[in-house]
């Protein structure tokens, strides 16, 4: 949501908006009661219709990691929650191993209830992102992938930022359910993350359920 | 294998900064929420008594200073360019301009409240007189207090600005009450639009 509020300058600009709606709605008030109700309504959906389309078309600030080490070296960031685990996954990630000396860090976002997010309530949901990663990684390591973890945000995009701050990836793989049953495709988190990050993102479905099938 | 969950085995690790609500993006929005329950109390007052029980608006025989409050509020509209010249002044290192920017705007404010209480003295109704008086008063007086806040903030950036304080790099002490300021105008743009001209 776009907070008029957030700056003076914005502040400002929100003030001459209101002044000009009123004014609006005043002088065809004057002239006629009907015509200054209309103007009343279709001056407040413009403004909403405009509130909502400025927030669509506005175009993210692309954030690119630098590569660390040398040549030869590669580091992959993985973001997944409880998918990590997937053969698909680790298939994924020894393909894009070979030849290089890889450092893989997996990232599971705290994923939290909206109304605790905000009280910043965040402890509990940590607390079992860190369940989960420490999970994760002992799943990769029997699948003989070596890979460090931390905890992120509880917003997927944003847990890639951090980790791309800190670890700093020359590709980020992310790993969802499939079509269908995931929340993070129904949000639009990969296309989102290529929107923001200039690094190679790889989309990689993971069905948990069918590879227990195949266990079975 | 290391890994950083190893390490923090017992506690969760710490947050990173963006995984909790921005304070200050918090406190501006608790801070609108807050102000539009306020204000939206009263607006539901006014709209009761005048649409809801039908009250006509103003009482007969009542009169309402629409051009003496018209004037007001060109004074505090052109308070907020003056509020906003003096930040964009400070911005660029002209700290004349910040000086006299926030001046004018002070002056400016209190001219603004002190019409607003010589208007009080010559209205010729009271808050106890009827429903309209009472919400007259209340709205007007609930922005008016608000006003008054601003003229504090602003006397204290004022005092700050000839003493020397503000920077183009530091000058959230203008940028906060200048904030505010903007906000406490339009609110009185709503509420002269709504109780004195429609």
């Known amino acids: 949501m776009k907070n008029p509020l957030r700056s003076e300058a914005e502040a400002f600009q929100f003030l001459l908006g209101a002044i000009a709606y009123f004014a609006a709605i005043t002088i065809a008030g004057v002239i006629n009661e009907w015509a200054g109700l209309a103007v009343f309504v279709l001056l407040s959906a413009g403004v909403l219709w405009w509130w909502f389309k400025a927030r669509r078309v506005e175009a993210p600030r692309q954030t690119v990691p630098t590569h660390r080490g040398g040549p030869g070296d590669r580091r992959i960031l993985v973001i997944a929650n409880e998918t990590v685990g997937g053969e698909a996954l680790r298939d994924r990630i020894q393909e894009r191993s070979t030849g290089y000396r890889t450092q893989v860090c997996v990232v599971s976002p705290a994923l939290n209830t909206p109304l605790r997010h905000w009280a910043s309530d965040e402890d509990p949901a940590r607390a079992q992102a860190q369940e989960r990663l420490q999970a994760s990684l002992e799943r990769l390591e029997q699948l003989g992938i070596q890979a460090s973890g931390e905890i992120g945000d509880g917003d997927p995009v944003q847990a890639i930022e951090d980790a791309l701050r800190t670890f700093g990836a020359d590709e980020v793989i992310i790993s969802t359910h499939p079509e269908g049953r995931s929340h993070w495709l129904e949000r639009g988190v990969v296309k989102h993350a290529r929107e923001r990050f200039a690094v190679p993102i790889t989309h990689v479905v993971v069905d948990l359920e069918a590879e227990r099938e195949e266990v079975r | ?198």
């Open chain 2, 1 to 198: 294998m290391s890994t950083h969950a190893e390490a923090h085995a017992a506690h969760p690790p710490a947050a990173h900064q963006s995984s909790r609500v921005d304070a200050r993006t918090l406190g501006m929005f608790l801070f609108i929420a807050s102000e539009v329950m306020l204000f939206g109390s009263f607006f539901t007052a006014y709209f009761f008594v005048r649409v809801a029980a039908g009250t006509p608006w103003p009482t007969p025989g009542d009169e309402l200073p629409v051009f003496v409050a018209g004037l007001n509020t060109i004074i505090l509209v052109t308070s907020s360019f003056t509020m906003h010249w003096g930040l964009q002044s400070i911005k660029r290192g002209n700290r004349a301009g910040l000086q006299a920017g926030l001046t004018l705007t002070f002056l400016l404010g209190l001219s603004f409240l002190l019409t607003q209480v010589l208007e009080y003295s010559r209205v010729g109704f009271a808050p106890y007189t009827d429903a309209f008086g009472t919400v007259f008063y209340c709205l007007t007086g609930l922005h008016g207090a608000h006003v008054f806040v601003g003229l504090t903030l602003l006397a204290a950036a004022t005092t700050r600005s000839f003493r020397g304080h503000y920077s183009p790099e530091e000058h959230l002490g203008v940028e906060i009450p200048g904030i505010y300021w903007h906000f406490v105008d339009v609110m009185w743009i709503v509420v002269y639009t709504t109780v004195y001209i429609l």
